[in-house]
């Protein structure tokens, strides 16, 4: 393949993917066709690949019953705004942490695009031996609130919850090619030679300053929880365990959300392991119904904690600020497996909950995760009721 032919497809899969706008490569009547970047053998192949690798990565994802990254969902899902308000503006958390595109090579841009498909240090932290001590955020800045809301959590939901792990995913552990290889190899089922060349190329390109020494937040915008017992050949069974990426911490540090930010998104991801504790998911719904009912009462649960007078008490307010830039990481992707539900549904599943714990005497009382799920049932087709005016 020629290296013109080779940048436009990277270029063009850059653009869909709505990380980069690639440096023009058209003909012009004064200068002629711009002069292609070069590629080297090990981004060639991964280049040849990328079509397959994202199929791939999707349906071992669907499999496991993972979301889709935010920044993916934010930028690649369809919008229809005919029911729904959408919107088709990149949120600002976002806008925050993408890279500068224009002072990477294409090799650097091809190992970013890997990551992004493959979530490679959030995959590595869910389903992987992890050895502490551990800190959360680039720098371990998040760590003791990070830790001091788990502990809170813990207390607050009456579920078991003794063998609920939470460990960071640093975007610097892809310095080891090894690891990249075993997470596409072990979880993806990757070709092993095409893993080869995909592991080596991201441990060489992330040594360097323009992609972070691997610490960019776009490689580890993301927060999943699982239920554990996933065989992981050579592994055994994986951990029930929340993987707790350094990248949406800093985001939303750099849009000002820092006091909120960390507990918020903590306590929506424990809210899945409420659900899973308690089987509060909806098998009887299909695919993208099932992920939505999943994401939007778990954004109840993480904003009744909040607001509850023995869980955070935070300033409603607050806790609004945060959710109006969180929720836009919504969708309106109906028919998407990892559908989160819309901005305005997630914003009002929030409001509901901190109602909930407003009006409730005494101010003490914590409903049981059973009860509350019974509450939210009941108020779900009014969370999701059509919202589009005209």
Not at 11 to 30: E, N, Y
Not at 287 to 306: N, T
Not at 378 to 384: S, W
Request: proline share 7%; with cysteine.
């Amino acid at each position: 393949m020629r290296k013109s032919i080779v940048w436009s497809a990277v270029a063009g899969l850059g653009l869909s993917l709505g990380l980069l706008t690639a440096p023009a490569v058209v003909a012009t009547a004064a200068t002629g066709p711009a002069a292609a970047p070069p590629v080297s053998a090990e981004a060639q192949q991964v280049i040849d690949h990328l079509p397959e690798m994202r199929a791939q990565a999707d349906a071992v994802r669907e499999r496991l019953g993972l979301p889709d990254n935010p920044v993916r969902d934010a930028v690649l899902n369809a919008i229809d705004p005919t029911q729904y308000q959408c919107s088709n503006a990149t949120p600002p958390v976002l806008s925050a942490i993408l890279p500068d595109v224009a002072s990477m090579t294409i090799d650097q841009i091809v190992a970013l695009l890997t990551i992004v498909i493959y979530d490679v240090p959030l995959m590595d932290a869910l389903y992987f031996p992890q050895s502490g001590p551990f800190t959360f955020g680039a720098t371990g800045e998040f760590t003791h609130t990070v830790n001091k809301t788990f502990e809170s959590l813990k207390g607050f939901w009456d579920i078991p919850s003794q063998d609920v792990e939470l460990v960071p995913a640093h975007g610097r552990i892809m310095l080891d090619a090894e690891r990249d290889y075993r997470v596409f190899t072990v979880l993806y089922g990757a070709n092993p030679a095409q893993s080869r060349f995909s592991a080596d190329l991201i441990a060489r390109e992330l040594r360097s300053p323009v992609l972070g020494w691997g610490d960019l937040p776009i490689f580890s915008f993301n927060a999943f929880a699982a239920p554990g017992g996933e065989s992981v050949p050579g592994y055994g069974l994986s951990h029930r365990r929340i993987a707790y990426g350094d990248g949406v911490l800093d985001g939303f540090a750099r849009v000002g959300l820092a006091d909120v930010a960390p507990s918020a998104i903590l306590a929506h991801e424990f809210g899945h392991q409420v659900q899973f504790s308690d089987n509060l998911m909806r098998l009887d719904l299909s695919g993208p119904e099932a992920s939505r009912w999943a994401e939007l009462q778990a954004d109840a649960f993480s904003a009744y904690f909040l607001t509850h007078a023995r869980g955070e008490s935070m300033n409603w307010k607050r806790v609004q600020d945060f959710g109006q830039m969180f929720y836009q990481l919504g969708d309106c992707g109906f028919t998407a497996a990892g559908h989160h539900g819309t901005p305005n549904q997630r914003m009002r599943s929030a409001l509901w909950a901190a109602g909930l714990a407003a009006s409730l005497r005494p101010r003490g009382f914590i409903l049981p995760a059973r009860t509350f799920n019974d509450d939210f049932a009941a108020q779900y087709p009014q969370l999701i009721a059509p919202d589009a005016t005209t």
